[in-house]
């Protein structure tokens, strides 16, 4: 009876033994990983992974922000001409595409106002010389005794007040036209003419038209110089850290597709519209050929000054996450092998 309880003990003991070396988990092989030898990746167990991916390294001049825009005039040589008298349009000697140079006469105006600003200048010119007369003859009383010191200094009082009327009223005609010294005739003919040299780009008025210069509109004349030209560029905000003012730009237009303008960052925009979420960007672009139109839309690249280093962390994607064999070339060019946790550049 002992020999055959010892028999069973022995065998549900050996039995329990073989079960539980059974439930140990098996020992994981770890999967073979491609291996780099010069410019040749093997992949282990297979020919053609279908996770092998293909991705460029590019350096941060060759991955530039593309933009879009339009060109303007070059504020910093444009002026616009306005009446600043009132009256009727005489004479348009002013054409557009006219070049034209500082000082060129645009049109003439009859406004009355000019005649009455003459007549300032003279009015102030003979109440000053009768203040000189009257303090001159102060003066030489004084001497004798005639008149009291205090009548003196109001005499002086008095041409001081004549000549500051004097200057005031020609240094307003003076812009206009002359001072009218001298007791010459008086008339009512202005002249518009031209702030800058240049070219006249635009023309809002006609012979006969009343103007006026309190009134709200466009100006009379703008004068530009066209062979230098502002782009306006809608900068994302996003991308406003990668464009600094120096940076070069690469203009390129629907009007000449195979010719690209180069352009300079000027200033970026201190606020972000808030409809577009864009920042302006403005640049000057040389337009000596004269092939540039303002107002015409444009597309723009500019080299960014941040960027990723030509070999890095990088992503590709893909299904999976990739990482193992990584290699970059002579021509720029990296293999990325899936078989990791995440990317990887090595």
């Excluded at 060129?104 to 005649?115: C, N």
């Excluded at 102030?124 to 009291?148: I, N, P």
């Excluded at 577009?276 to 050929?289: E, G, H, L, P, Q």
Aim: hydrophobic residues 45%.
């Amino acid at each position: 009876m002992n020999t055959n309880f010892m028999t069973l003990t022995t065998l549900v003991l050996t039995l329990l033994g073989l079960m539980a070396g059974c439930s140990k988990p098996a020992t994981e092989v770890a999967p073979a990983q491609p291996t780099v030898n010069g410019a040749v990746v093997a992949f282990p167990g297979q020919k053609d992974p279908p996770e092998l991916r293909l991705a460029e390294v590019v350096a941060a001049s060759e991955r530039p922000v593309e933009l879009a825009g339009r060109l303007v005039w070059n504020e910093d040589a444009t002026a616009r001409v306005y009446a600043p008298f009132a009256g009727r349009v005489e004479r348009m000697l002013g054409q557009v595409g006219q070049s034209v140079l500082k000082g060129a006469p645009l049109a003439t105006l009859s406004a009355p106002e000019l005649g009455q600003a003459q007549a300032d200048v003279q009015r102030a010119q003979a109440d000053e010389r009768q203040a000189q007369r009257q303090l001159e003859r102060a003066r030489s009383l004084v001497e004798v005794g005639a008149v009291s010191r205090k009548d003196l200094e109001a005499s002086e009082a008095d041409q001081a007040r004549a000549w500051a009327e004097l200057q005031r009223a020609r240094a307003r005609l003076a812009p206009y036209g002359g001072t009218a010294d001298g007791g010459g005739a008086l008339h009512q003919s202005l002249s518009l003419v031209s702030p800058v040299s240049g070219v006249v780009v635009e023309r809002n008025l006609n012979p006969g038209l009343e103007v006026r210069p309190d009134a709200s509109g466009p100006a009379l004349f703008v004068v530009s110089d066209p062979r230098s030209l502002w782009v306006m560029l809608d900068l994302d905000e996003t991308l406003l850290s990668r464009v600094k003012p120096g940076a070069r730009i690469e203009l390129t237009t629907a009007a000449w597709p195979d010719e690209t303008f180069a352009a300079t960052v000027l200033h970026v925009g201190e606020w972000v519209d808030p409809a577009s979420r864009t920042v302006k960007v403005r640049a000057r672009v040389d337009n000596s050929k004269g092939h540039l139109r303002a107002e015409m839309f444009v597309k723009g690249k500019i080299e960014a000054h941040d960027g990723l280093p030509l070999v890095g962390r990088l992503r590709v994607p893909g299904p999976r996450p990739l990482r193992t064999a990584f290699r970059a070339t002579a021509h720029g060019r990296a293999i990325v092998v899936a078989g990791g946790a995440g990317p990887e550049a090595r």
